[in-house]
């Protein structure tokens, strides 16, 4: 069974950079996953930030962005503010209409 | 502005059945595949199901499969999930995303605002 891999949590300092990546428990993330980010806090919907490994999504900040790193999808924002410290998720979609969520990073900005 | 609005949660006891429904608004609804997402109380997220935009297909995790059953209705602009032989595994926040891309399952854009279901006797 493939399992989305993420880091249970990171912290930043106020202005820094920080890169968080979602991997595979067996193989290597390609593009061909279509791999996307999500940002959500506690109590909130999520909030979609980068689709298609590197396309901000509408009104997402350019302090986010998105790439392939190795064998890994990544997310880094530069710059980080405090509002930024919450669950970030990864999805990958696995074809056939399948999608996987990592089991999320908790983003601390201290 | 794209809206989408959960509804049907509630408090149900194990094997007992549940409809969500889920209204959409601000954009051409019948041209975009929907998921379901859920999560558990404290847990991450979790891909449950998407049905395409015509709703010929439909794909299903391994987890809800065989119990849930997701469907649309074009004409009213709702998607549905109706969940059989529910579980206490199965409480969690409902939530219907919309795909980003005409015709394709990957990446979601929006998300309703969710729906708690409880599974408990």
């Known amino acids: 069974q493939t399992v989305v891999t993420q880091e249970p949590s990171f912290s930043v300092s106020p202005g820094g950079t920080v890169t968080l990546t979602c991997g595979l428990s067996?193989?290597?993330?390609?593009?061909?996953?279509?791999p996307s980010w999500y940002q959500q806090t506690p109590g909130q919907a999520p909030r979609t930030l980068i689709y298609?490994?590197?396309t901000r999504s509408s009104g997402v900040p350019d302090r986010f962005s998105g790439s392939i790193l190795g064998n890994k999808a990544a997310l880094t924002i530069t710059g980080a503010h405090a509002d930024d410290e919450s669950d970030y998720y990864c999805?990958?979609?696995?074809?056939?209409?399948?999608?996987?969520f990592g089991g999320g990073t908790k983003l601390t900005v201290l | 502005e794209v809206l989408l609005l959960e509804s049907g949660g509630g408090l149900v006891q194990p094997g007992e059945s549940l409809r969500l429904s889920c209204a959409a608004s601000?954009?051409?609804?019948?041209?975009?595949?929907m998921n379901w997402v859920r999560q558990a109380p404290g847990k991450g997220l979790e891909w449950v199901s998407v049905?395409?935009?015509?709703?010929?297909?439909?794909y299903y995790a391994d987890s809800v499969k065989g119990r849930f059953t997701i469907s649309r209705d074009n004409s009213k602009n709702t998607l549905y999930l109706q969940m059989n032989s529910l579980r206490a595994e199965d409480t969690a926040v409902y939530y219907c995303?919309?795909?980003?891309?005409?015709?394709?399952?990957?990446?979601?854009?929006?998300w309703g605002q969710g729906t708690l279901v409880t599974v408990s006797s």
């Open positions: 601000g954009f051409t609804f019948s041209s975009y595949a």
């Open positions: 049905i395409s935009d015509s709703g010929v297909s439909t």
């Open positions: 298609s490994t590197n």
């Open positions: 067996s193989g290597s993330v390609s593009t061909s996953y279509y």
């Open positions: 999805v990958l979609y696995m074809g056939s209409g399948i999608s996987m």
């Open positions: 995303a919309k795909t980003k891309y005409s015709s394709t399952f990957y990446a979601f854009d929006c």
